[in-house]
């Protein structure tokens, strides 16, 4: 029987720590404990590139702002603050918050503003973000001999 045996790498839980605190104290303690940064992203990688989602929904995409700079991409943006619908109605729960937003990524490698592009649709932001000519992976062709 053969048995696996895990290499452990302390770096490795370090910087795990170290992202975990940093998520930490970057929460907005004023107006209560998040249970995750707002909005939720998720990121693919390709070798040109990367494509970004973002889920916001129940904005207007003129309510968006993307800011893209050399290494890192920003969302930021708000939600207008939802009122009751009548005098004398009074919110018997209320989850959803309408304070501003902002979340900035660093990115792996340099970017190509000028190659961006962003999308809206069904709440969902896409974002694709384009590595720059020099960041650009380089093959070599292998001469035989």
């Given amino acids: 029987m053969s048995r696996m045996t895990a290499v452990w790498n302390p770096w ?4 795990r720590l170290r992202h975990e605190m940093d998520q930490l104290f970057n929460q907005d303690w ?16 390709s070798e040109t590139g990367l494509m970004l989602t973002a889920e916001l929904p129940g904005l207007d995409p003129e309510q968006i ?7 890192s991409v920003t ?14 109605q009074n919110f018997v729960r209320r989850e959803r918050w309408f304070e501003p ?6 990115l792996p490698f340099d970017v190509d503003p000028n190659r961006c592009e ?5 709440g969902v932001l896409r974002v694709k973000i384009e590595r720059a000519p020099e960041e650009q992976p380089k093959k070599l062709t292998v001469k035989a001999g």
């Fill in 12 to 15: 490795r839980d370090m910087n």
């Fill in 30 to 45: 004023t107006s209560g404990v998040r249970a995750a940064q707002f909005p939720p992203i998720n990121v693919w990688q």
């Fill in 65 to 71: 702002d993307v800011s893209i700079e050399k290494d």
């Fill in 75 to 88: 969302l930021s943006g708000q939600r207008a603050q939802q009122q009751a619908s009548a005098d004398d």
């Fill in 101 to 106: 937003f902002s979340r900035t990524m660093e």
């Fill in 118 to 122: 962003a999308s809206y649709e069904k």
